[in-house]
Each structure stands twice: as structure tokens, then as C-alpha cells.
């Protein structure tokens, strides 16, 4: 055992065990094993290869006790919206009582006896063996705080402008603590939910210490239902945000995810999403643009399990100083799943020679009439195009801001409120990389 | 002051190691339009990407003066902030940008580095509406990514378009008439005429004698060898037409009569 990894063993077992259902209890028990048998995972462990553990070293494993909201210091809502909920260092804030038709939001804690049902196969499905399953089991084990949303059959999660926004704040500094977060979305057949998170830092300024969360969510989409997934990434350099989220898909179910990574020390977000029912489609997008020392992982993955569903991953990155950026994206088409339509692709722009891009397209495809198609590259910025834009009297820099912001409209043009979408590109002119090296 | 424009000097410049200009002078004056011919690989880019201040056109000797300035002492941005604008022989295709807003950057950033107020998007609007009827550009264009997926007769009105909103005191255009049917020239010739002015000069690079017909210039220089071999007046492009190049080769300037040969060129002994 490593000493990290020790610590946190240690810290899990001195937890005190928070009230909850007896099938609950006995599994955060098997999840502290499962951590304490296999570790965290390291260099050794294809899927981290290149996550930078050393960053998790001083970080503290804490069950976070909630405060009470509204926290007047985050940063303002990304976007409109009928809900918001605030989440500070993985601590859930207040829960708006007074919610739309058909949307119900609650705490974990109440929401175990209300939707148990539902939630035990939820808690149960998530494999907590091996390191690659570390902070799975972490979570598992820890992760008293946590939201569960549900829209009911055939409602909109609010009204025509309605959205539920999460606020997260992580604040950086002595507390220097791992928060773990629980968050589940319950879409019934034909229901439509707007999921909008903003990750803009905690409002204050950075200190020295490291913040981390571990978040896990799980959204379960009936037939017919809608999930459109935005998320906004700008945390401080002293952020390590361990972001995962499943999706199990029913029958035409549509999931939309726009992903947005400016920010953060270590950034690790993985994305699963399983289409179980014949129609059903994932259309995944997002943008990483990173500067100094950060990194961002993104691994995707999406399962074909029947047929005629469709899927695509479309994520651009632009990476300057020191950055390292990583993108697994992975789409198994199982076999029967026939007439599936997939499509993936990540291009890259290096502005500096020492920035590092890692992408890995996996298709797999047992299926019969599929078509497919793939592609990643990793390159320069075009200099005809930036010697073309200073001969009409651009600077050098305003050359290469303008044609990597241009890389970058391809994935916020795909976000469909152009309010939202403004917004989003107004974040990202705000950190793109300078080229410059550090 | 120095009514001279442009004035270039024994101008040596190689590109990745290869000599391609080799001691050529010009000079342009204010309000003067002068034509360059010359035969494929002569040279003519590189003399525009040069004065243009394009990476990778290492001048090896000699010397461009702007306006009694050294140029080339220049970013190429700060000559296109002083009053230098190259047509590309081949306009870059940017994707994502969008060809109005880029213009209007364009613009303000000159407009900025003159020290004048910026335009907003209406101010713009207004002062290109007048010029995009003259060179017929749809608004269709405007919308769409510069120069991408723009037709070779597009591509080269969207050149002369940014240049009557820009509105340098120097202008080069590099093979603008090439790939151009002869609506199109005549398009491109209008838009140019239109802005001759007693304080602007342009310089027109080309392979054919015919865009010279709508644009008269003042002087014609024959670029070969990576220098001008000849010079004269409009009716050197004409002869250039029936004659051909092929003289060049020989070095016998003096079946061109009338011509005056460039200034050490290799007629320079047989001129007439
Ligand atoms: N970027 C470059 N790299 C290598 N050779 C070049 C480059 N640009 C021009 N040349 C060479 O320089 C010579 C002159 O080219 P150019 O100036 O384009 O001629 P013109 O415009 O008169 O046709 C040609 O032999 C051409 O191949
Ligand atoms: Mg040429």
C-alpha cells in the first residue's frame, strides 16, 4: 500500500457511519474494502496512465457536513434559471422548495426512502473492484452528501425556460480536503430535463492548498426522455476535480452534452453512457482549453447494446504553456446492435512546444451495418492564415486569438440557447492560452 | 517631401536558402500605378511577400524604403497599419471566422493604431455597404467563413473588397486577374480604378497583358531573373504580348524596341 493510499484507508475507517438503510451500510463497508484491497491507481493503470496522482498527495478524505445556503460569495449563475442549487466544497446547500410541475429535487439523504427502489439498483450497479475503481469506491464509501433529481413521466424539469442549475464552489486553502458528492437524475419515459453546472471557482481568492471533489453522478433516461447535460469548468489551479458520470439510456432517449474544461489543476472527467434501448442517441460535445501547468482528462465512452442508435463525440482542445491534455474516447457497438450510426472526433491545437496532447480513439464494432466514422488529430495553429489575418493589420496575438477561438466555436456553436452559448464563448476568450511558456 | 511611395534598392532575397531576388530595384510614386510582368518563378511573389513582410523571405541585401522608412524593419502588421495592402495570389481560406467580423477587426485595429475611433457594427455596415454593390458580393459572403468555400473569382473580389475598405496608400496585387473570367476582370478592374488617387499607389502583378486594358498603368516592369529587366511604358505590356517571354531567356532586350532596359539588367549594354 502506498502512503496515500493508507492515509485515506485509515481516514475511511475512522469515518462514522451516517444513518441509512441496512443494504446502504453494508455497502459502503464493501466499497472501504474494495479501496483498501486495490488502492489508488497509478502510472501501471492503462486508463491513468497519465492522471498526475501527486496532486491528490495532502489532500484529507472528509464526509462534508452540510452548510447552509444561499453562499452569497460564488460566482453569479452561468445562465437563467427556475432552480439553483448550491454545492460548496461537496457540501450540499439549500434545496429549493418551491419547484416546477413534475420536478422533484432532494437531498440524498431524504430522497433514500422516497426512491429507494430506484436508487439501490443505482448504488449497486457501480463496480467498486480494482484501482482503475478507486474513486468510485471512495465515493461509494463516503458520499453522504448528494442530490437526487427526478422529472416525472412525460414532464419538463421546469417550465419552457426552466433549467436546473448546479452552483459548485470549491474553496481552496487550509481545509485541503477530498469532498465526495452523490448526485443522481431520474428522468421517467418522456420526461425532458435541462442540467446546467457551473465550476467557476468558489469566489475568493485561490490560496496555497489544494481543494479537491469527487463527484459521481448517475442519470438513468426512460423512453422517449430527454437529457441535455451542459457543463462549465473554469476552477482555480488549485482544484482537482474528479467528475464521472453514467447514463443507462432506454428506448429514443436523447442525451446532449456540452462539456467545457478552462480550468483547474487536474481535471478528470469520465463520461459512460449506455444505450440500452433500440433509437436511442448520445450526441457528446466539448472543448478543454488549458494553460500553464493543468490537465485535463477526458474519457468518454458510449455503449451500442441495441439497435439503431446513434452516438457522437465531437470535443476540440487547445492547450498552451505546460498544459497536458488527454482524451480517451471509446464507442463499443456490441453485437445486434445493428444499423448503429457512430461518429467520433477530436482535433487539437498545440500554441506551445511544451504543451502535450494525448488522444485515443477506440471503436469497437461487432455489429452488422454500422456506419462509422473516426478522427483525431494534433496540430499547429494554420500560419498562412495568421500571417493572412496580420497583412489587414491584426496582431500576432490577435491572429492566433481569433483563429483558436474560431477551433473553439465548433463546440460552442453546438450549444443551442445562444444566450448560454455567448456566455460560454465569452469564458473561453477570457482563458485562452497565450502560446507563451512558463 | 519625397514624392516616392516605394523605393527598393539592389533587393537580394532567397527563400530557404534559394536566391530568388537578386538586386532588384523599383520605385513607385504616389498617385502612380505600375504593372509587374514576368514570366512564372520570376520572382513576383516574393517581391510582394517580402514587401508584405511574410516569414520565411530572408533579405539577404539591399534595402525598402516606405515613405523614406525602412520597411523592413517592420511587423507586418504595423505595414498594414501604415498603409501596405497585399491581394493574395491565393486568399487563405480561414474557417470559423467569420468574414465580416474579421474585417471589421481588421479595421479597427488600423483604425486604432491611427488613433481613430473604432467603428460598431452598424458604423461598418454602413461604410461597406456602398463598395460590396460594387464588387457584387453577397451578403451571402459576408456571412460565411473567409475566403472558405469561396469560388477563385470570390476569393480575389473579397481581396479587392477588403482593400476599398481599408483603403491603403499602397496596394499590391498579386495576380488578381489570374482564374478571373472576363466579367469578373472587368468587376475587379472597376473596383480598382476606383480607388486610383493622386496619394495612393498600387502595384499590379501580373501574368497576362489583358487585365492591363482595364487597369492602364503609369509604368510596366518586367521582373526575370530576380530583377527588372526592362521597363516602359503601357505599350511594354503590349509588346510583352505579341513578343512572349522567350527573349528573356536570350537576354536580347533589344528585340523590344522602345523598351528602356532595368538598371544592370542582363540587356543593359545592347539598349537601344
Ligand atoms: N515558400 C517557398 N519555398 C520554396 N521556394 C519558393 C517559395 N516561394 C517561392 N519559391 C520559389 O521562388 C521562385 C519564385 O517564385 P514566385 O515569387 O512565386 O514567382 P512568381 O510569382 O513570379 O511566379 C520559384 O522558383 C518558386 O519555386
Ligand atoms: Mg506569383
Redesign the pocket.
Known sequence: MTGLTEQWSDALAAAPQEPAPAWLRELRENAVGQFRAAGLPHRKVEAWKYTPMTVFDGLRLTAAEPVPAPVADLPPPLCESSVVVDIRDGALGEVPADLPQGLTVLPLATALERFEERLKPLFEAVELRGATRAFAALNTALATQGLVVHVARDAAGGSAAGRLLLRWGLSAGAAATMGQFRLFVLLDDGARLELVEQYLGSGEAPGDGAAGLNVLCQAELGAGARLSHTRVQAETEQAVLLTSTMLEQARDSRFVYRGFDLGAGLARHELTTRLTGPGAEADIAGAWLLDGRRHVDNHVSVEHLAPGCASEQFFRGVLGGRSRGVFNGRALIQAGADGSSVRQSNANLLLSPLAEMDTKPELEIYADEVEASHGATVGQLDEAAVFYLRSRGLTDGAARRMLTAAFCRAVTDRVADPILAERIGGLLDAAMPSGEQL | MDKAMLKVRNLHAS??G?Q?LNGLDLEVNAGEVHAIM????????????VIAGRE?YEVTDGQVLYRGRDLLELEPEERACEGIFLAF?YPVEIPGVNNTYFLRAALNAQRKYRGEPELDSMQFLKLIRGKLEILHISDDLMHRAVNEGFSGGEKKRNEIFQMAVLEPALAIL??TDSGLDIDALKLVAEGVNRQRSPDRAMIV?THYQRLLEYIVPDRVHV?SGGRIAASGDADLALKLEEEGYSWLAEGGIQALEGAETGSGGAGAAAGA
Not at chain 2, 514576368?38 to 511577400?49: D, E, F, I, Q, R
Open positions: 527563400v530557404e534559394k530568388i514576368g514570366p512564372n518563378g520570376s520572382g513576383k511573389s516574393t517581391l510582394a511577400s520565411g495570389q498579386d495576380e502583378v521582373l
